[in-house]
């Protein structure tokens, strides 16, 4: 396995975790103190305010996962990867949402 495809696997894990504090504690090794999330639903200025930010997408869909959803592309410090989310995490489900994802 790569340090990309650790890091996109860390950054899944993250967006699964339902502990809030084991979530906070995973934001806090995964991002920068002064790190922002933004898609075109969200944006989210620290820490704090992500690991929030993650907690609100797992009660808008109860019960589903993300999961990585094919390869990991990583080089000069960037990674790009698809991630998948539905009902527990099933692979090739069509209710579920996709998107790619960089970092």
Do not use: C, K
């Not at 967006?15 to 790190?35: F, G, I, K, M």
């Not at 990585?68 to 090739?92: M, S």
Request: no cysteine; proline share 6%.
């Amino acid at each position: 396995m790569t340090t990309y495809d650790d890091l996109a696997q860390r950054y899944i894990d993250t967006w699964n975790e339902t502990d809030p504090s084991a979530r906070r504690a995973a934001v806090d090794q995964l991002y920068t103190e002064d790190a922002r999330y933004i898609d075109p639903m969200a944006v989210a200025d620290g820490r704090e305010a992500i690991a929030s930010m993650i907690g609100a997408v797992q009660q808008q869909f109860p019960g589903f996962r993300f999961r990585l959803a094919g390869p990991v592309d990583g080089h000069h410090n960037q990674a790009r990867f698809g991630w998948e989310l539905g009902p527990g995490g099933a692979p090739g489900t069509d209710r579920g949402l996709r998107r790619r994802r960089r970092r």
